[in-house]
């Protein structure tokens, strides 16, 4: 059974940090890419970043300078860094796999999701 479990959501002032977290089990997750999206309230899902299992990166420009992705395969982890956040970026952020190594934007593409985790940047 596939899970992805988000955590290290939360409620911070605009300007702040967190960390995302997204443990992955009943995959071979060395052979999977990795991706981060979001949905604010009344909004489409939106492509956040992804990571090849290669390590390679790929990020929205929206969040580029702000936001780092990285992973640890031999944790069956991925990590969303967000710096400087903005009330923009309150969101539920989901965690999601695709098998290969490659870059995808599109959510239709990756096969397994995480239930969410809250982000919310107040002002």
């Known amino acids: 059974q596939v899970q992805l479990v988000e955590s290290g959501g939360g409620l911070v002032q605009a300007g702040g940090s967190l960390r995302l977290s997204c443990a992955a089990s009943?995959?071979?997750?060395?052979?999977?890419?990795m991706g981060w999206f979001r949905q604010a309230p009344g909004k489409e899902r939106e492509f956040v970043a992804s990571?090849?299992?290669?390590?390679?990166?790929d990020i929205t420009n929206s969040v580029k300078g702000r936001f780092t992705i990285s992973r640890d395969n031999a944790k069956n982890t991925v990590y969303l860094q967000m710096n400087s956040l903005k009330p923009d970026d309150t969101a539920v952020y989901s965690c999601?796999?695709?098998?290969?190594?490659?870059?995808?934007?599109?959510?239709?593409?990756?096969?397994?999701w995480g239930q969410g985790t809250q982000v919310t940047a107040s002002s």
């Open positions: 999601a796999a695709v098998r290969g190594n490659i870059y995808s934007r599109d959510p239709n593409e990756y096969a397994y």
């Open positions: 009943g995959i071979a997750f060395n052979f999977y890419a």
């Open positions: 990571i090849r299992w290669s390590g390679s990166t």
